[in-house]
């Protein structure tokens, strides 16, 4: 049981941390690169999309990695389990604290009652996200070494 445990924790943070990559490395450059008001609304619709996708990603992530942590902790390999717990709780309280209220307004944007500083905002969250997918890779390599 807690071999399935260790591969499905893996596999779903695995996944999370590709999707929030591409989001940074891929999708905001696409985004970023198309006129105005198009990188706008799509921001936007994808702040909206992600927004009410990733919360629950986050959290049964860390609820995975602490239940692996729990159920394995007499196992070699439970501090670093322990230690990319600690980082998704950190990854967690950034969104929390930092990309979630930006994200908020974001996607209530239109050309129309967008704000004169939105493009300060978005660069904001782009920045606080590089960090946050860092501590998200940090989680899931210790995941991955954990394995062995």
């Given at each position: 049981?807690?071999?399935?445990?260790?591969?499905?924790?893996t596999?779903?943070?695995?996944v999370?941390?590709g999707v929030?990559?591409?989001?940074?490395?891929?999708?905001?450059?696409i985004?970023n690169?198309l006129?105005?008001?198009?990188?706008?609304l799509g921001?936007?619709?994808?702040?909206?999309?992600?927004?009410?996708v990733?919360?629950?990603?986050?959290?049964?992530?860390?609820?995975?990695?602490?239940a692996?942590?729990?159920?394995?902790?007499?196992h070699?390999?439970?501090?670093?389990v322990?230690?990319?717990?600690?980082?998704?709780?950190?990854?967690?309280?950034?969104s929390i604290?930092?990309?979630?209220?930006?994200?908020?307004?974001?996607?209530?944007?239109?050309p129309?009652?967008?704000p004169a500083?939105?493009?300060?905002?978005?660069?904001?969250?782009?920045?606080f996200?590089?960090?946050?997918?860092?501590?998200?890779?940090?989680?899931?390599?210790?995941?991955?070494?954990?394995?062995?």
């Amino acid at each position: 049981m807690l071999d399935a445990l260790e591969v499905v924790t893996t596999v779903v943070v695995g996944v999370m941390v590709g999707v929030e990559f591409s989001v940074v490395f891929v999708m905001n450059r696409i985004l970023n690169a198309l006129p105005e008001d198009s990188g706008q609304l799509g921001h936007a619709h994808g702040g909206r999309m992600l927004g009410a996708v990733m919360p629950f990603w986050y959290i049964g992530s860390l609820v995975l990695s602490a239940a692996w942590a729990i159920a394995g902790w007499h196992h070699p390999g439970a501090g670093l389990v322990v230690t990319a717990a600690a980082l998704l709780i950190l990854s967690v309280i950034m969104s929390i604290l930092l990309l979630v209220p930006i994200n908020n307004r974001n996607k209530t944007w239109t050309p129309d009652n967008r704000p004169a500083d939105w493009k300060q905002q978005l660069n904001r969250w782009e920045r606080f996200h590089y960090v946050r997918v860092a501590v998200i890779i940090a989680a899931f390599t210790l995941l991955v070494a954990a394995l062995t």
